[in-house]
């Protein structure tokens, strides 16, 4: 039988070995990591430039008369995912949105004067709080309604991220923003070049265009947020 300071000697040598053994698998295993993350990064840049410039074409159609997009198939489709959320939300919340399912339908086709949507702008808001009084980054989408005499400037929010985890980015769902837009053209709806009995349900259409384009423009790196780029931790 070994004396104890045999089997304490075998210990502190085994635990020496593996620890030793380990580390240098963990180094290996950052390195490849790190490496893999770069060759997304530079991907997901192609990706993401490519995307901008399709984007830019998408914006002129826009500031001549964003109403060339309500007949696309893809706008269509968001309608109709979001009429779908919104009625399932709880009754007391009070959410409404009153839009025919059919856009080729809405109030904007009857419309003389165009849809023009300005100014499309992605900007950050780091001086916010959430709930619990965490600092946050608010990712807001700015743009300029403009229809006939009516003209006005939207900051709606797309994402937020801790700031003391830069990590912790959430983007908004549809129906988050589309809220948002709600709130934000509430003001207005009194002021929309249309009859008083038409003024609320083009607003809902507006509120629909709105949050769609915040989809479009809602630009971000995915490799950039999944906790590698900051520091690789294991």
């Not at 901008?52 to 008369?65: F, K, M």
């Not at 109709?80 to 080729?104: G, H, I």
């Not at 403009?146 to 912790?168: C, H, K, S, V, Y």
């Not at 070049?193 to 423009?217: G, H, I, N, S, W």
Request: aromatic share 8%; net charge negative.
């Amino acid at each position: 039988m070994q004396n104890l300071d045999d089997s304490l000697s075998m210990y502190y040598a085994l635990r020496q070995q593996k620890t030793a053994e380990i580390s240098a698998r963990i180094g290996q295993i950052q390195l490849q990591l790190a490496t893999e993350l770069q060759g997304l990064q530079e991907l997901e840049q192609q990706l993401l430039s490519a995307q901008e410039s399709v984007l830019e074409q998408i914006r002129l159609v826009l500031e001549t008369d964003a109403r060339s997009l309500v007949s696309t198939s893809q706008f269509q489709e968001f309608v109709r995912d979001l009429l779908k959320e919104v009625k399932v939300k709880p009754k007391q919340a009070c959410f409404v949105l009153e839009v025919a399912p059919k856009t080729t339908k809405w109030i904007l086709h009857t419309l003389e004067q165009p849809l023009q949507l300005n100014q499309i702008e992605v900007f950050e808001r780091t001086n916010s709080y959430d709930a619990g009084k965490q600092s946050l980054t608010r990712y807001c989408i700015h743009m300029v309604i403009q229809l006939g005499e009516w003209r006005q400037a939207f900051d709606i929010p797309n994402a937020t991220a801790q700031n003391n985890d830069p990590d912790m980015y959430h983007a908004c769902s549809a129906f988050t923003i589309w809220y948002e837009c709600d709130i934000g053209i509430r003001t207005a709806v009194k002021q929309l070049p249309v009859a008083t009995a038409k003024q609320q349900r083009l607003a809902q259409e507006l509120t629909c265009v709105m949050a769609y384009v915040c989809d479009l423009f809602n630009l971000y790196s995915i490799a950039e947020r999944v906790g590698f780029s900051h520091e690789l931790r294991i």
